[in-house]
């Protein structure tokens, strides 16, 4: 962070303190980013949060704040934690939302396999599905595209051969659900049939029916 951006961090987070805002933590999002996973995984904790929108190209936020002078990579989700500390990262901010509330079990209890497990999806999903989806929607040239969605279509057919045999990733509901929702979603952006992964499709539905899947689409303006 450069000193000009420190002090408007420092400029940034007082005022968020004397306004009282910081009594909640705040996630700054963007309408159906890969935010919407944290976002799911905070309605679904229970605890209390501020949603901060932030425009993608441009970095501010609707109140007025740089996202830079939180996460000097500019982009969402991040996490301000009330005491201020930032998190970014989202199977990491998951996880940690997870381990506030471990009686909501959100995510298994930590060093145990199934822990791992869950990091496992984690890490499939960031790096197998939501980074594929980069070149189709930064309009690479036609063959990035073609190779990046044939990727996809054969990682999807691993996740729904997976979901065939059980209704959430890890059997029951976890973190790992909500980020798979968000990545699924942007199937229909990305111009994706999705009709054949009948078992993705009857999870994507399981999804919009839990509450919290339900009030994080409406307030993201995705109904
Ligand atoms: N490594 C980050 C990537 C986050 C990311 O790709 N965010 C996108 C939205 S889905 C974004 O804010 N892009 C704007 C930018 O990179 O400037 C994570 O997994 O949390």
């Not at 420092?10 to 999002?29: N, Q, T």
């Not at 997870?98 to 869950?118: S, Y």
């Not at 980020?179 to 054949?196: E, H, P, Q």
Request: one cysteine or more.
């Amino acid at each position: 962070m450069t000193r000009k951006r420190r002090l408007r961090f420092i400029f940034a987070s007082a005022r968020a303190f004397v306004s009282g805002k910081l009594r909640a933590m705040e996630l700054f999002y963007s309408p159906s980013a890969c935010s919407l996973s944290p976002h799911i995984v905070l309605r679904e904790s229970g605890l209390d949060f501020t949603l901060v929108r932030a425009s993608m190209s441009t970095k501010k936020t609707r109140d007025g704040r740089d996202l830079r002078d939180y996460n000097p990579l500019g982009y969402v989700p991040t996490l301000v934690l009330a005491d201020g500390t930032v998190l970014t990262e989202g199977p990491a901010i998951v996880q940690y939302v997870a381990d506030q509330v471990p009686d909501k079990k959100l995510a298994p209890e930590n060093g145990t396999l199934d822990r791992a497990r869950c990091q496992s999806w984690l890490n499939f999903i960031s790096t197998e599905l939501h980074q594929a989806f980069s070149p189709i929607f930064k309009r690479f040239e036609e063959d990035t595209v073609r190779r990046a969605k044939e990727k996809l279509n054969e990682r999807f057919t691993y996740v729904d051969e997976h979901l065939a045999k059980q209704p959430y990733l890890l059997g029951d509901f976890s973190v790992a659900d909500a980020y798979l929702f968000t990545v699924a979603n942007w199937s229909r952006y990305a111009k994706i049939d999705m009709s054949g992964f009948t078992h993705i499709e009857a999870f994507m539905t399981r999804m919009k029916e839990r509450p919290a899947v339900h009030e994080a689409l409406s307030e993201e303006g995705l109904l």
